[in-house]
């Protein structure tokens, strides 16, 4: 019943922006938190992105700071993540990742998962 399911993948160029969605259904996202997580191939999955429950707080990892945004409608009861400037190392599987929380804040651990979405940086 509660399912996540990413949208927007593919192969672009270096320096140029994909807009990832991940819509949900069976569940409000005004009570979960939403994170955007990747893996490439041989690498561990790495949190990239997070964005509470009530969209007032985000964090996002090193590697994507200033590059990366998320955001999120819950009218659509869809979160975004927004990608520019994008480079080569960017490759991987692109997961988004729901937990359920009481305070309007990111988590450290998520419950429910997407499918993922493949991104592809090359020329």
């Known amino acids: 019943q509660l399912q996540l399911v990413e949208s927007g993948g593919g192969l672009v160029q270096p320096g140029g922006s994909l807009r990832l969605s991940c819509a949900a259904s069976?569940?409000?996202?005004?009570?979960?938190?939403i994170g955007w997580f990747r893996q490439a191939p041989g690498k561990e999955r790495e949190k990239i992105s997070c964005?509470?429950?009530?969209?007032?707080?985000?964090n996002y990892a090193d590697s994507v700071k200033g590059r990366f945004t998320i955001s999120k409608d819950n009218a659509k009861k869809t979160v975004y993540l927004q990608m520019n400037s994008l480079k080569p190392e960017d490759t991987a599987v692109y997961y988004c990742?729901?937990?359920?929380?009481?305070?309007?804040?990111?988590?450290?651990?998520?419950?429910?998962w997407g499918q993922g979405t493949q991104v592809t940086v090359s020329s």
């Open positions: 990742a729901a937990q359920r929380v009481i305070v309007v804040l990111c988590p450290d651990e998520y419950t429910y």
């Open positions: 069976g569940f409000t996202l005004d009570y979960y938190a």
């Open positions: 964005i509470s429950s009530s969209g007032s707080s985000t």
